[in-house]
C-alpha cells in the first residue's frame, strides 16, 4: 500500500512538471520596480526575457520550460552607451550591432567592438543584448537535446546530482581547461573581451544593488544572479582605453558559428616593454579562462615573438584535453601568438 509520504512526493512532482501551462504567463513590466517584484514573487520559476534570442530556441524545444516570462525591453535606461568618469557604462539591453558600430567603443575599446562583430549574424545582432550574451545557456549537445527526439540526458547541468555525458561522449568543441563537473565551454564573445577589459557588471534585486567583476560572474554550471537578480549595466573602466587591445576568433564557419577558441587580450605597452597584460581564452573552459601563467611571463618583457611564443605555451600549460579536443591546444597557441604580435609597437 502506498504510504502519504509518496503520495505527497507525487503531488509535488505532478504540480512541478503537468502544471505548466502550454503557454507561460507574459508580463511587460514598464518600470523596474515592477519587473523586480515580478522576479520576487516567481523566482526559480520565471526567466527574463530581451531578445530572446537563446531561450526562444530553448523553450521551443522543451528543453526549458518557464512558467513565467518577464519581458524588460519596455524597462527604460537599460540600452545606453554612456561615458562617466571612470569609464564607460553600457546597458544590459543595448544590442550586439549597437556595441560594434559605437564610435565610443570603437575608439576606446576596440577589443569590444571587435568582440561584438564576431557574434552571429548581423541578424542576431540587431536583436540580442548584451545582458543576453552575458546570460546565455551552453551549446553542448547533450544539455541542449529536446525531449521531443525521445531521447533527453539529465546532465550535470540540470540536475546537481546528475553527470557530464560529455566526458566520455561527443565531446569535441568541449573543455581543454577549467576542470569542473561540467564540460560545456562558455559561449559568450562579449563576457571574455569585457573580463580582459576587466569590467564589473552592476545588478538589482528588491535587496538592493551589487557589482560583480566579469571574471567571478560564470560558474561551472551557469553564473552567480539570484533567481529575483537582473543586470542593469557593465562598466569598463577607463584605464582600460591606454591598453592595446585585440580579439581573435577561430570557428569552423566564419560567419556565424560560435568560438572553438578565441583570445581577448589586452596589454599595456612602454616602448614595446610589457608592462601589464590580460588575456583571456574563449571556447576552452566552463568560464572565460584568464591565462594568468601567459600574463605573468610577459610582464617585463619586450614583446618579440620569443616571448609571445612562450606566453602562447603558458595558456595551455595546464590544459587537460578530451579524447576528441585535443586539437584545441595547438589552436589556443597559434591565437595567442598572433593576437600580442598584432598589438606590437
Same mark, same amino acid.
Request: aromatic residues 6%; glycine residues 8%; contains cysteine.
Given at each position: 500500500?502506498?504510504?502519504?509520504? +509518496?503520495?505527497?512526493?507525487?503531488q509535488l512532482?505532478?504540480?512541478?512538471?503537468?502544471?505548466?501551462?502550454?503557454?507561460?504567463?507574459?508580463?511587460s513590466?514598464?518600470?523596474m +520596480?515592477?519587473?523586480?517584484?515580478?522576479?520576487d514573487?516567481?523566482?526559480?520559476?520565471?526567466?527574463?526575457?530581451?531578445?530572446?534570442?537563446? @531561450?526562444?530556441?530553448?523553450?521551443?524545444?522543451?528543453?526549458?520550460?518557464?512558467?513565467?516570462?518577464?519581458?524588460?525591453?519596455?524597462?527604460?535606461?537599460?540600452?545606453?552607451?554612456?561615458?562617466?568618469?571612470?569609464?564607460?557604462?553600457?546597458?544590459?539591453?543595448?544590442?550586439?550591432?549597437?556595441?560594434?558600430?559605437?564610435?565610443?567603443?570603437?575608439?576606446?575599446?576596440?577589443?569590444?567592438?571587435?568582440?561584438?562583430?564576431?557574434?552571429?549574424?548581423?541578424?542576431?545582432? %540587431?536583436?540580442?543584448?548584451?545582458?543576453?550574451? @552575458? =546570460?546565455?545557456?551552453?551549446?553542448?549537445?547533450?544539455?541542449?537535446? $529536446?525531449?521531443?527526439?525521445?531521447?533527453?540526458?539529465?546532465?550535470?547541468?540540470?540536475?546537481?546530482?546528475?553527470? =557530464?555525458?560529455?566526458?566520455n561522449?561527443?565531446?569535441?568543441?568541449?573543455?581543454? @581547461?577549467?576542470?569542473?563537473? =561540467?564540460?560545456?565551454? *562558455?559561449? $559568450?564573445?562579449?563576457?571574455?573581451?569585457?573580463?580582459?577589459?576587466?569590467?564589473?557588471i552592476?545588478?538589482? $534585486?528588491p535587496?538592493?544593488?551589487?557589482?560583480?567583476?566579469?571574471?567571478?560572474?560564470?560558474?561551472?554550471?551557469? %553564473?552567480? @544572479?539570484?533567481?529575483?537578480?537582473?543586470?542593469?549595466?557593465i562598466h569598463?573602466?577607463g584605464?582600460?582605453?591606454?591598453?592595446?587591445? $585585440?580579439?581573435?576568433?577561430?570557428?569552423?564557419?566564419?560567419t556565424?558559428?560560435?568560438?572553438?577558441? *578565441?583570445?581577448?587580450?589586452?596589454?599595456?605597452?612602454?616602448?614595446?616593454?610589457?608592462?601589464?597584460?590580460?588575456?583571456?581564452?574563449?571556447?576552452?573552459?566552463?568560464?572565460?579562462?584568464?591565462?594568468?601563467?601567459?600574463?605573468?611571463?610577459?610582464?617585463?618583457e619586450?614583446?618579440?615573438?620569443?616571448?609571445a611564443?612562450?606566453?602562447?605555451?603558458?595558456a595551455? =600549460?595546464?590544459?587537460?584535453?578530451?579524447r576528441?579536443?585535443?586539437?584545441?591546444?595547438?589552436?589556443?597557441?597559434?591565437?595567442?601568438?598572433?593576437?600580442?604580435? *598584432?598589438?606590437?609597437?
Amino acid at each position: 500500500m502506498t504510504d502519504t509520504k +509518496e503520495i505527497a512526493e507525487a503531488q509535488l512532482w505532478l504540480n512541478r512538471y503537468w502544471g505548466k501551462p502550454a503557454q507561460p504567463l507574459h508580463y511587460s513590466p514598464k518600470t523596474m +520596480e515592477e519587473a523586480l517584484s515580478l522576479l520576487d514573487n516567481y523566482r526559480e520559476e520565471a526567466k527574463i526575457i530581451a531578445g530572446g534570442i537563446d @531561450l526562444l530556441g530553448l523553450m521551443k524545444n522543451k528543453v526549458l520550460s518557464p512558467r513565467v516570462l518577464i519581458n524588460i525591453k519596455a524597462l527604460e535606461g537599460l540600452s545606453d552607451i554612456k561615458k562617466d568618469a571612470n569609464g564607460v557604462e553600457i546597458g544590459a539591453l543595448t544590442g550586439i550591432h549597437e556595441i560594434e558600430t559605437s564610435d565610443l567603443i570603437r575608439n576606446r575599446y576596440p577589443l569590444l567592438a571587435e568582440a561584438a562583430q564576431s557574434v552571429g549574424s548581423p541578424q542576431i545582432r %540587431n536583436m540580442a543584448t548584451l545582458g543576453g550574451n @552575458l =546570460c546565455q545557456e551552453v551549446r553542448c549537445w547533450y544539455y541542449r537535446r $529536446s525531449p521531443v527526439t525521445g531521447i533527453s540526458y539529465d546532465c550535470r547541468r540540470k540536475r546537481e546530482d546528475g553527470i =557530464c555525458y560529455a566526458v566520455n561522449g561527443e565531446n569535441e568543441n568541449h573543455a581543454i @581547461l577549467g576542470e569542473s563537473e =561540467c564540460f560545456a565551454v *562558455s559561449p $559568450s564573445d562579449m563576457s571574455a573581451g569585457l573580463q580582459a577589459l576587466d569590467a564589473r557588471i552592476k545588478t538589482i $534585486s528588491p535587496g538592493g544593488e551589487r557589482t560583480i567583476p566579469v571574471g567571478e560572474f560564470h560558474t561551472h554550471t551557469g %553564473n552567480v @544572479l539570484q533567481p529575483d537578480e537582473m543586470i542593469v549595466s557593465i562598466h569598463v573602466p577607463g584605464d582600460s582605453s591606454r591598453m592595446k587591445q $585585440s580579439y581573435l576568433k577561430f570557428r569552423v564557419r566564419k560567419t556565424i558559428d560560435f568560438a572553438i577558441v *578565441s583570445v581577448a587580450a589586452a596589454v599595456m605597452l612602454e616602448g614595446n616593454i610589457v608592462r601589464d597584460a590580460r588575456i583571456v581564452v574563449g571556447g576552452v573552459s566552463p568560464m572565460p579562462y584568464e591565462a594568468s601563467k601567459a600574463e605573468k611571463g610577459l610582464k617585463g618583457e619586450a614583446l618579440t615573438e620569443r616571448v609571445a611564443e612562450t606566453a602562447a605555451a603558458a595558456a595551455v =600549460c595546464d590544459a587537460i584535453p578530451l579524447r576528441k579536443n585535443g586539437y584545441k591546444v595547438p589552436i589556443v597557441k597559434a591565437l595567442v601568438k598572433r593576437a600580442l604580435l *598584432s598589438l606590437k609597437v
